[in-house]
Structure formats: structure tokens, C-alpha cells
């Protein structure tokens, strides 16, 4: 049977990861389902964009209406849920977005697959898969010590990680309830290409090439799991085509640092392939300014993806060290990509 997906949120970080390698493996038709918040970027799709076998929709996932003719239309074989807000000071300031489309975007979207589902063939009702794409945030703060598994007790610490938390329930519920064949997928921070600035790599290259401070909160001591976007991605592609119906699967990068040290090896890197100018005292660690903490700041993530591993073969194939140095040259070589939204943000629109 051939390999129809839709991917909801085409248009974000991730998504657009997602989009492309689907493209760029053959997959005979993907569907971007986005409905172009601030953080969605259509550029980050341009080699994409031509293909006969790309296509896209601009639907919010609370929209029943509109989904119901796009599963019509299209006919997917496999669903990827990737459509979320998904930043956590935001959410702090306005987590009604967070509960909207995270929540209630996640039920309209189920309801609209099981009812497509229903409608399939006894075939494609068995080969059809709903992959819910989540965070390892939903499990809370570790010390300094032990890691986040399948088994991990769910335990949100922001208006983020709990509509997060609730979408992964309802997806657990829909497929106990109703038998839709989900699976779940929890990950690790990503960085890499194509990332918004409001993430931390990001606003660090971008602050830093402009010569403007570089905010880190509290002393830089939070420590986080690294994956490369496109590792990431091909887990999401292995756990669709191989995984457990039912099943949960942590996806990491097994990079842990400190916010300090990788904002610290950022401007070192960009210090080694565009040196710092001399008002900036030749180093552009001296941009960087400590930030009083945000409420509920976990103090450590960390994943075991040994399941990943066991099961489906997968593992990172980017070290922190190769995918921060391709991430930073990236965005030195990419200013077409950012600059515009940069020049956007300033303007206030």
C-alpha cells in the first residue's frame, strides 16, 4: 500500500523536518496541514514547495470542517501530529492558545481521523497509523541524577508540558476507547536548521552575530537532552513505519549540557568561522547577560530512548558537537531565511 501522510504543523521546526525527509524518501504524497501561526515559516519548505507530491493546507486543527474534507480529499494513510504551540514562556503568558490548540486541537483532530478511519476498508483500517508527536516535558524536572523511560509518572510544570501532557492522554484514550491505532512519541530539546529564534540556539547565533546580549536564565545551570532535527525526524519516520500500535517511544540524542555551556560553545564556534568584531572584545561570550528564572524552570531532562534502540534499530547519528557546528553554519550562510523574520518581530507584526 502506498505511504499517503499527513502531517499536521508542516510549516514549524519540526514539522518541516518531517515534510522534507517524507519528500525526499518518496512517500507518494505529503499533506501540510498548518494554519501559519507566527512560528510556522512556508520558506522553510522551498525545496519542497514544487513537488507534485507535496501539498499544502492552510487548516487550524480546531477546524472539524476543514479537516473532514482534507482527510476526504487527500486520503492519508498515516497522520504525524506535530501541530502545537510550543513555547514555554509564552505559555506562561498566555496559555489559553496553549489549552486551544494543544487540547482541543488534539480532540478535533482525533475525532476527524476516527471518523475517516471508520470509513476505510477493513485493509486500510488495519494499515492506518495516528502518530502523536510530544515532549519529554510532560514528565517534569529530574535531579541531577536518573533519566526519563516510558514508564516515567507524568508531572507537568507549566501551562506547556500540561496541555502536552493532556494531548498525549486523549491520544492514549482514543486509542483504548476506540481501538484509532496511535502511537507516541516523547522527545528530547531539538535544535538544528530552520529552528524560530525564540529557541535557545537560535536567539543565542542570531543575538550573537547582531552583537546584542545574549539572556540566559538564572546561571545557565539547567541542564537539557539535545537531539538534532533531523535525527528526530527519521525516529518519527521509523516509529511510523515499524512501531507498536499503542505503544510509547522516548527519542534522545544522548547530549546532555548545561544551558551555560552550550550557549558558551555557541559564540565560541562563531567566534572560529566569523571572528567577532573588536567593539565585541574579540570574544562574544562577553554578550552573554544572566536573566532572572522563569516560574517553574525544570532543572534537568534527560531521556533513555533504549526502547527506540531495541525495538526499531534507531539511533542519533549526530553527536552535540557535529549538529551544533552544522547549526551554526547553517544560520551564518541562511540569512535570507532569518533576517525577514528578525526585521518582522522588530516591526511588531
Known sequence: ???????????????????????????EAVINVDKLTYAANLDSLKDVAGDSRYHFERVDICDAISLE?????????????????????????????????????TFTLLQAARRYWMSLSEARARAFRFLHVSTDEVFGSLGRDGLFSEATPYDPSSPYSASKAASDHLVRAWHRTYALPCLITNCSNNYGPYQFPEKLIPLTILNALAGESIPVYARGENVRDWLFVDDHADAILAVLARGRVGETYLVGGNNERPNIDVVRRVCALLDEICPAPDAIGGSRESLITFVEDRPGHDFRYAIDAAKLRRELGWSPTESFESGLRKTVRWYVDNRWWWERLRARDAGGA
Not at 502531517?7 to 525526499?24: E, K, Q, Y
Not at 487527500?74 to 486551544?100: K, N, Q
Open 1 to 27: 500500500m502506498s505511504l499517503r501522510v499527513l502531517v499536521t504543523g508542516g510549516a514549524g521546526f519540526i514539522g518541516s523536518a518531517v515534510v522534507r525527509m517524507l519528500v525526499a524518501r518518496g512517500t
Open 69 to 105: 474534507r482534507v482527510f476526504r480529499e487527500h486520503a492519508p494513510t498515516a497522520v504525524v501530529h506535530l501541530a502545537a504551540e510550543s513555547h514555554v514562556d509564552r505559555s506562561i503568558d498566555e496559555p489559553g492558545d496553549f489549552v486551544r490548540t494543544n487540547v482541543d486541537g
